[in-house]
C-alpha cells in the first residue's frame, strides 16, 4: 500500500523584488522589452509559495509530499474502482473504451478491407456501444470512485479538531489562502478526506488527511 510521507519543505529562492519589478514595468513600457516582466511573473509564484512554506514551517505544519499524496489518490482510486456499484461505472468506461475502439476499427476496415464483413461487425458493435454509453450515462455517473474537492466552507460533513484546527490557524495568518476539502467519493460514499490549502498562486497543500467516521488521523 503507497505511503503517505509528510516532507518539510524549502523555502524557494525567487528573483522578485518591488525595485526590479518597477524597472520591468519601465523597461516594457518605455522599451517594448517584455521577458524581465515575463520572468517575474512567474517568479510571483515562487514568492506566494515561499510564503505558504515559511508559515507552514512556523506552524510546525510539514505538508504531505506531492509524489506520495499522488501516488495514494491513484492507488486507492484503482482500488475502489472494482468494488460496489462503483465497478459498474468501470464497466460503463469499458464499455465506452470498447465503443472507441470499435469505431477505430471500422475506420480501419472501411480503408484496407474490400469485404463487407469487418465492416459491418464493427459497425454493429459501434452503433450497440453507442447506445448502451448513452442509455446509462446517467445512470451511473454516481458510481465511480472519483476525487472531489470542496470548498470547506460548502462541506457539509464533520471535520476533525486537529484538521478544523489547521485551517484556521493558517486562514489567520493568510487571510487569502484557498481552505478546501479533497475525498474520494465511492458508492456515493466519501473516503479519505484531505485539507488542502491553495495560495494565491494556485499552489496546492495537503495539510491533513483522516478516516471516516471515527476521525481516525492517517500516519
Known amino acids: ?88 461505472g468501470t464497466i460503463y468506461d469499458a464499455i465506452g473504451l470498447f465503443c472507441f475502439a470499435s469505431l477505430i476499427l471500422t475506420a480501419i476496415s472501411c480503408c484496407w478491407f474490400s469485404a463487407g464483413f469487418w465492416v459491418a461487425t464493427s459497425a454493429i458493435c459501434t452503433v450497440v456501444s453507442f447506445i448502451v454509453v448513452i442509455a446509462t450515462g446517467d445512470k451511473v455517473k454516481d458510481y465511480k470512485a472519483k476525487w472531489k474537492k470542496i470548498p470547506i466552507k460548502d462541506y457539509d460533513k464533520l471535520i476533525p479538531e486537529f484538521a478544523l484546527q489547521t485551517a484556521v490557524d493558517l486562514k489567520e495568518r493568510i487571510p487569502s489562502v484557498s481552505i478546501y476539502i479533497e475525498e474520494l467519493i465511492v458508492n456515493e460514499v466519501p473516503r479519505d478526506p484531505f485539507l488542502v490549502a491553495t495560495d494565491a498562486s494556485g499552489n496546492e497543500f495537503y495539510l491533513e488527511v483522516w478516516n471516516e467516521p471515527k476521525f481516525r488521523k492517517h500516519s
Do not use: W
Open 1 to 88: 500500500m503507497t505511503t503517505l510521507l509528510r516532507k518539510a519543505a524549502v523555502v524557494p529562492v525567487s528573483d522578485y523584488d518591488e525595485g526590479t519589478a518597477v524597472l520591468a514595468e519601465k523597461s516594457h513600457k518605455l522599451l517594448g522589452y517584455y521577458e524581465l516582466k515575463y520572468h517575474l511573473a512567474k517568479e510571483k509564484d515562487r514568492v506566494s509559495c515561499g510564503n505558504m512554506v515559511e508559515v507552514l514551517n512556523k506552524m510546525q505544519v510539514f505538508p504531505y509530499d506531492k509524489a506520495s499524496v499522488k501516488k495514494y489518490k491513484k492507488r486507492t482510486e484503482f482500488l475502489f474502482r472494482f468494488s460496489g456499484k462503483a465497478l459498474i
